[in-house]
C-alpha cells in the first residue's frame, strides 16, 4: 500500500498531543449528595485530584476522538493500493460486446466479466478525472463521452448488451479514440475485449493503449453453413459443422424440417476441421433448423436455420422489340423466370412483389413501369435521367476497385458502334465510363434500384463475350435481391428491404420469438419498407397485403456465421501502434492504483456518530426515561 499525500501524516503528530492535552488538563468536579459535613474533609484532596499533568484513566471518549482522528488523517492521506488498471485524467473505454463476448467461460459470460473490469476501472479514475464509453460490435455506440459523473458512467457500462449483428472491428473506435485523446495529452486508451478483433493498419494513437483480455477457453463447436438447394423434385439439405478449438470432440447434430424431427448425426470432429451432412428432404419442406446436442461455451452457434428457394424465381419483365441475347441470357439464370411483353405496352397492373423488375430494352413506356427498372439504349430523357445525343466510337473505361457489377467481367475488349449521349443524376454511380459519357450507371433512387446502359446490344460485340453472362448475372443480383439461397440468409442486423406500390396496403414481419411488426399504407413512405431490428438469430416471415388479401410471403433465415467470432480462444496482447513507439498493449501491476480514502472517510464518520453518542449518553438516557413514562402513563 501507498500514499498520495503523506504530509497529511503530519496532522497526527499535531492534533494527537492537543487532544490527549485538553483531557490532562479537564477539570474533573463531579456534583456528589451527601449524608454528613464530616466528609467536607475531601474538599482538600479534590485540588489535588484535578491537578495537571496527571496520569490519564481509562476514557472511551478519548479512544474514540483519538481514533476518529487517525482515520481523517489517513483519509487525507489518499492510500491505494498498486493494481492493474488505469492512472490517467482522460480514459477512452472500448468496450467488446460482439457475439463471442457471450462466451459463458467467465462468470456469469465475458461481456459481464467485461462489465466488471470497466467498472473497476471507473473507480480508479482520480478525482476531476472523465471517461468516454464506447461499445463496438456491429454499430459502434458512444452511450457517455467526456463526463467526470461516476454513476452516469456506471449506468452506461451496466447498459451495455450483447450483440450479435457484425463482428469486432476496431478501426472506428480508435480512429475516434485518436481524435478524442489528441485534444489532451494525459489520455490512455483501454480495451476490454477477448481479443478477437479486427485491427487498424495504418493508425497511430497519440496516447497510450492498454489491453485487458477476458476469458479463458478456446474450446467451441460451430454449425458454419446450412441450405436448402432447390433439385427436379426434391431438395438437398446441406449443413456444415465446424471444431474451432484444439481438442478433437464428438457432437450429436439434430435436423428438423418444419419443427419435427428429422435425423440425427453423431459427428467426430478434429481440431480445426469440418464435417459436412448432406441430406435429401422432401420439395414441400419450407423451413430446416440444424441443433448441436449438448452444450459447449457459446450457444449462439450450435442452432443454424435454412429456408427454401423452391418456386420462388424472381419474374422479370422484358419490353423489347426482340432480343435474342437478352431472351437466352436470362433465360439461363437461375432464380429467374423471364416474362417477355411487346414493346408498346403502356399498361402495369402486376405488384411489384408480383414483378420486381422491368427491363427496358429501346423503349420508356409511360407512365413506367413499377418496381426496379434497366433501361437499355433509352430513346428519350426521363425523370431519372437526360438523353442529350449520341457517342459514336465510343472508348471503353471500366470503373477500377470494388465494383460489385463488374465483378469477375472485363470490359476493356468490348467494341461498341454507338451510345446515346445521357447525363445521369445525383442517384447514379457510374460502372463503365467512356470520352463522351457513361456507358453504364447504376443507383438507387427512391427506394427503387435503377440500371442504365446506353448502347444497343446489337450495336456491340458484348453478347459475344464471356463477360456478357457475368454481367447479366450481376446486374440481376442488383436488381433482383431476395433471389436465390443467398439471399435467403439474412445477416444478423442487416435492414430488410421490401418493395412496395400503391397496391399493397400493408407489410407484416414476424419475429423468430413470434412477435409481430406491422407497417401500413398511411405509414409506408417512398416505393420500400425497410425493417431494421433483426438482431435476433432464428426466422423472419415478411408478408404483404392488399385489401387484406395476402399476396406474398417470404421467409428469411438470420444466423451467426462469423468464424471470427466462434474462434474463442482469446488472444494475450494487441499489437497497437502507438506514438510513443510501443506496439504492445499488455498491462503491468504498476500502471493502476486503487484508491480507497472514501472507505476510510466512512469508517470516520461512523466512529464521529458513535462518539458523539457516547458524549450524550446522560441526556438521552434522561429523553428514553421521560418517553417511557409518558408513554406508560398515556396507556393507563
Known amino acids: 500500500m501507498s500514499i498520495l499525500s503523506p504530509l497529511a501524516l503530519l496532522g497526527a503528530a499535531v492534533i494527537g498531543p492537543l487532544i490527549i492535552a485538553i483531557y490532562l488538563l479537564k477539570l474533573r468536579r463531579e456534583e456528589r449528595t451527601i449524608s454528613s459535613t464530616f466528609l467536607w474533609r475531601r474538599v482538600v484532596r479534590d485540588v489535588e485530584a484535578n491537578t495537571p499533568w496527571q496520569r490519564l484513566r481509562r476514557n472511551l471518549l478519548l479512544l474514540l476522538q483519538l481514533l476518529l482522528m487517525l482515520l481523517l488523517v489517513v483519509a487525507l492521506a489518499r492510500p491505494f493500493m498498486t493494481t492493474q488498471g488505469i492512472s490517467s485524467g482522460n480514459l477512452i473505454m472500448v468496450i467488446d460486446r460482439s457475439a463471442s463476448m457471450g462466451a459463458t467461460d467467465e462468470t456469469p459470460d465475458r461481456l459481464g466479466a467485461a462489465k466488471q473490469r470497466a467498472l473497476q476501472l471507473i473507480d480508479q479514475l482520480p478525482d476531476g478525472g472523465r471517461a468516454t464509453i464506447i461499445a463496438i460490435g456491429g454499430l459502434m455506440q458512444v452511450p457517455v463521452a467526456a463526463t467526470s459523473d461516476r454513476r452516469e458512467l456506471r449506468q452506461a457500462i451496466e447498459q451495455i448488451q450483447l450483440t450479435t449483428s457484425g463482428s469486432s472491428d476496431l478501426t472506428q473506435a480508435l480512429t475516434l479514440a485518436s481524435a478524442l485523446a489528441a485534444r489532451e495529452s494525459e489520455s490512455e486508451v483501454a480495451i476490454i475485449s477477448d481479443g478477437n478483433v479486427s485491427l487498424p493498419s495504418d493508425l497511430r494513437l497519440p496516447a497510450r493503449v492498454s489491453y485487458f483480455p477476458v476469458g479463458r477457453s478456446g474450446e467451441n463447436v460451430a454449425i458454419s453453413a446450412i441450405s436448402l438447394q432447390p433439385e427436379v423434385s426434391s431438395q438437398n439439405l446441406f449443413v456444415q459443422v465446424t471444431n474451432y478449438?484444439?481438442?478433437?470432440?464428438?457432437?450429436?447434430?439434430?435436423?428438423?424440417?418444419?419443427?419435427?424431427?428429422?435425423?440425427?448425426?453423431?459427428?467426430?470432429?478434429?481440431?480445426?476441421?469440418?464435417?459436412?451432412?448432406?441430406?435429401?428432404?422432401?420439395?414441400?419442406?419450407?423451413?430446416?433448423?440444424?441443433?448441436?446436442?449438448?452444450?459447449?461455451?457459446?450457444?449462439?452457434d450450435d442452432r443454424a436455420f435454412a429456408v427454401t428457394t423452391l418456386g420462388e424465381a424472381a419474374t422479370v419483365r422484358l419490353l423489347s422489340p426482340g432480343n435474342r441475347f437478352l431472351e437466352v441470357g436470362l433465360g439461363l439464370l437461375p432464380g429467374i423466370r423471364l416474362l417477355v411483353a411487346p414493346a408498346t405496352t403502356n399498361s402495369f397492373t402486376e405488384t411489384v412483389a408480383q414483378v420486381p423488375v422491368t427491363i427496358l430494352d429501346g423503349v420508356v413506356p409511360e407512365p413506367l413501369p413499377p418496381g426496379n427498372l434497366f433501361f437499355i439504349n433509352p430513346p428519350r430523357s426521363t425523370d431519372y435521367f437526360s438523353v442529350t445525343g449520341e457517342i459514336e466510337f465510343p472508348s471503353v473505361r471500366p470503373a477500377t476497385g470494388e465494383e460489385p457489377l463488374l465483378r469477375n467481367v472485363s470490359m476493356s475488349d468490348v467494341s461498341i458502334l454507338k451510345a446515346v449521349r445521357i447525363v445521369p443524376g445525383s442517384w447514379a454511380q457510374i460502372v463503365v465510363d467512356s470520352d463522351g459519357g457513361p456507358l453504364l450507371i447504376a443507383g438507387e433512387r427512391a427506394g427503387r434500384r435503377l440500371a442504365v446502359m446506353t448502347f444497343d446490344l446489337h450495336n456491340s460485340d458484348l453478347p459475344l463475350q464471356i463477360a456478357f453472362p457475368l454481367l447479366l448475372s450481376n446486374l440481376m443480383n442488383f436488381l433482383a435481391p431476395g433471389v436465390g439461397n443467398e439471399a435467403a440468409q439474412l445477416r444478423p442486423g442487416e435492414p430488410l428491404s421490401v418493395q412496395v406500390d400503391s397496391q399493397i396496403?400493408?407489410?407484416?414481419?414476424?419475429?423468430?420469438?413470434?412477435?409481430?411488426?406491422?407497417?401500413?399504407?398511411?405509414?409506408?413512405?417512398?416505393?420500400?419498407?425497410?425493417?431494421?431490428?433483426?438482431?435476433?438469430?432464428?426466422?423472419?416471415?415478411?408478408?404483404?397485403?392488399?385489401?387484406?388479401?395476402?399476396?406474398?410471403?417470404?421467409?428469411?433465415?438470420?444466423?451467426?456465421?462469423?468464424?471470427?467470432?466462434?474462434?474463442?480462444?482469446?488472444?494475450?496482447?494487441?499489437?497497437?501502434?502507438?506514438?510513443?513507439?510501443?506496439?504492445?498493449?499488455?498491462?503491468?501491476?504498476?500502471?493502476?492504483?486503487?484508491e480507497f480514502w472514501r472507505w476510510v472517510a466512512m469508517v470516520a464518520l461512523i466512529v464521529l456518530v458513535a462518539e458523539w453518542l457516547v458524549y450524550q449518553r446522560h441526556g438521552l438516557h434522561y429523553l428514553w426515561s421521560r418517553w417511557r413514562s409518558r408513554r406508560s402513563v398515556g396507556s393507563s
Open 245 to 300: 478449438g484444439a481438442q478433437p470432440v464428438s457432437r450429436r447434430l439434430d435436423l428438423y424440417l418444419d419443427g419435427a424431427v428429422f435425423n440425427a448425426y453423431t459427428l467426430n470432429l478434429e481440431p480445426g476441421r469440418e464435417q459436412s451432412i448432406i441430406a435429401e428432404v422432401p420439395a414441400q419442406v419450407q423451413i430446416a433448423e440444424a441443433h448441436l446436442a449438448g452444450s459447449d461455451i457459446l450457444p449462439t
Open 505 to 594: 396496403s400493408e407489410v407484416r414481419v414476424t419475429r423468430p420469438d413470434g412477435s409481430r411488426w406491422s407497417s401500413r399504407a398511411e405509414q409506408l413512405q417512398g416505393d420500400q419498407v425497410i425493417y431494421a431490428e433483426t438482431e435476433a438469430l432464428g426466422i423472419y416471415t415478411v408478408e404483404e397485403f392488399g385489401d387484406g388479401e395476402l399476396l406474398a410471403r417470404r421467409h428469411y433465415a438470420a444466423n451467426l456465421f462469423a468464424p471470427e467470432e466462434s474462434r474463442l480462444l482469446p488472444k494475450d496482447d494487441l499489437r497497437i501502434a502507438q506514438s510513443s513507439g510501443l506496439q504492445s498493449t499488455l498491462v503491468r501491476e504498476r500502471e493502476g492504483r486503487q
